[in-house]
């Protein structure tokens, strides 16, 4: 069973010297045995320049991997400092569509338009363009085109020659979609099914017509909403005709209700846009102002109320005691009630 990786400040500092003495080949026996996510958690540690000397020597299906690992802000200024061709060569042409088309969208639209111009394959560019046209929070923002598809004429013989051909395209098949020859979403059908059903019988006797798909337009929030509520680990997407377009996958579905619960722990901390740790000190201050703000004006109006009750404190000055009691009781009831309903 393999170890899990730790990253230490020996181990980034040995990578570092490495990286200063330009020995690509030690380098790359210090990292091959490393998984993309923990390429990705070296990364923070790395100058751009250093970063970039890793990142090129990795092969191409490693390289795209980790790049895909990294937040967001953090990847935007990384492929920013690369030029077009490196990107679309040693990353994009290796990404699955949805993850390609995140990259990419992270980028301006002058080097969006070089990357795809420097990509070889055609259709996988055009997937990707296609993808771009959709909102990121919706369900053809989160779809890759990449999936197993038959007809519902074909026989299992026939299926099973075209899954060995379709799967190179694929990571991970957990369905086999059928659609009839319009195109449109009819069903699918289990591997198991499709392995030990007779290779004669025609694939719409055996199909799975019970999946109910999405429309490019439903939002992020309720596709995670269904993938939860029936434990998918993959859910097709259809045009407003019907016709198959992609596939949202569990790991695409995860992100989405891990922002989800990101958002709503900021809001029940009371901040008003979304932020991150290594955000500016302004942006993390601005965050917070609006309700801190509310917070003064209420302190504000309190502190009035109790003017009015001047002569009852002078005669009874033990009721001073009891002030920061109460203070302290309605902050905890606000926290108490913000957080139920965030929930």
């Given amino acids: 069973m393999a170890k899990r990786f730790e990253l230490t400040k020996s181990f980034i500092a040995e990578i570092k010297g490495v990286i200063k003495s330009k020995d ?4 790359t026996t210090l990292i091959e045995p490393l998984h993309a996510a923990d390429i990705a958690e070296i990364y923070y540690e790395l100058s751009k320049e250093e970063a970039k000397f890793l990142y090129l020597l990795l092969d191409a299906e490693t390289a795209s991997d980790a790049l895909a690992e990294l937040d ?30 995140d990259v990419i969208g992270d980028l301006s639209e002058e080097k969006q338009q070089e990357v795809l111009l420097h990509i070889d394959d055609v259709e996988h560019s055009g997937d990707i ?42 990571d991970e098949v957990y369905y086999v979609y059928v659609v009839d020859d319009d195109e449109k979403f009819k069903g699918i059908v289990s591997l198991k099914k499709m392995v030990t059903t007779h290779k004669s019988t025609r694939v719409n006797n055996i199909v799975e017509t019970d999946v109910i798909p999405v429309t490019t337009s439903t939002s992020a929030v309720e596709v995670s909403q269904i993938m939860e509520k029936y434990d998918l680990v993959a859910l097709p997407v259809v045009d407003s005709i019907g016709r198959l377009l992609g596939r949202i996958t569990i790991d695409d579905i995860v992100d989405v209700i891990r922002e989800e619960a990101e958002r709503d722990y900021q ?12 955000d500016a000190l302004f942006r993390l201050s601005r965050a917070r102002l ?17 003017t009015g009750f001047e002569e009852s404190f002078a005669n009874h000055p033990e009721m001073v005691f009891f002030l920061p009691l109460i203070a302290a009781m309605g902050g905890n009831v606000g926290i108490q009630s913000s957080a139920i309903i965030v929930q």
């Fill in 24 to 27: 690509a080949a030690q380098l």
């Fill in 72 to 101: 967001e802000d953090e990847r935007e200024e990384f492929l920013e400092f690369l030029p077009s061709d490196v990107i679309a060569h040693q990353f994009i042409d290796n990404m699955d569509t949805d993850d390609a088309a």
């Fill in 129 to 170: 363009l296609d993808l771009l046209a959709y909102d990121e929070d919706t369900a053809g923002g989160l779809m890759a085109k990449e999936m197993v598809v038959v007809n519902e004429n074909w026989t299992i013989l026939t299926c099973l020659k075209e899954l060995g051909k379709q799967a190179d395209e694929v």
């Fill in 267 to 278: 809001l029940a901390s009371g901040l008003s846009e979304d932020v991150e740790y290594s």
């Fill in 290 to 306: 609006p309700w801190l703000f509310i917070g003064l004006v209420g302190g504000i109006l309190g502190s009035m109320v109790l």
